[in-house]
C-alpha cells in the first residue's frame, strides 16, 4: 500500500521558516518524482515544488528563491523547507507520486 506522510505544518509569523516532510512507503522511492502541491481555502490545488529521482527540480513561480525542495532516499523523505514565507503561502500542502496523495499538513502564515 502507497503511503505519503505529510508532516512539518504549523503556524508561524510572515518572513518565518517551515520545513515539511514527506515520508514515503509501499513503492519503489528511488524510482519516482514526488511532488509538493498546495490548497489555499477557496482555490484549486496547484503544484509547488518536484523532486525527481534523477535530480531534477521544479519550483513554481510563487515560491522559487524562497523554497528548497530535497530528498533523502535512505529514510524515503522528501523535504520542502520554506524560507520568507508569506501570508500567502497559507495552504494544506500535500506531497504526491502519480495516482497517489498524502493526507495533507496545514501551514498558516500570520501577517
Known amino acids: 500500500e502507497v503511503q505519503l506522510q505529510a508532516s512539518g505544518g504549523g503556524l508561524v509569523q510572515a518572513g518565518g521558516s517551515l520545513r515539511l516532510s514527506c515520508a514515503a512507503s509501499?513503492?519503489?522511492?528511488?524510482?519516482?518524482?514526488v511532488a509538493w502541491y498546495h490548497q489555499a481555502p477557496g482555490k484549486l490545488r496547484e503544484g509547488v515544488s518536484c523532486?525527481?529521482?534523477?535530480?531534477?527540480?521544479y519550483y513554481s513561480d510563487s515560491v522559487r528563491g524562497r523554497f528548497t525542495v530535497s530528498r533523502d532516499n535512505a529514510k524515503k523523505t522528501v523535504y520542502l523547507q520554506m524560507n520568507s514565507l508569506k501570508p500567502e503561502d497559507t495552504a494544506v500542502y500535500y506531497c504526491?507520486?502519480?495516482?497517489?496523495w498524502g493526507q495533507g499538513t496545514l501551514v498558516t502564515v500570520s501577517s
Open positions: 509501499g513503492f519503489a522511492f528511488d524510482d519516482h518524482a
Open positions: 523532486r525527481s529521482n534523477t535530480g531534477a527540480i
Open positions: 504526491n507520486v502519480p495516482g497517489f
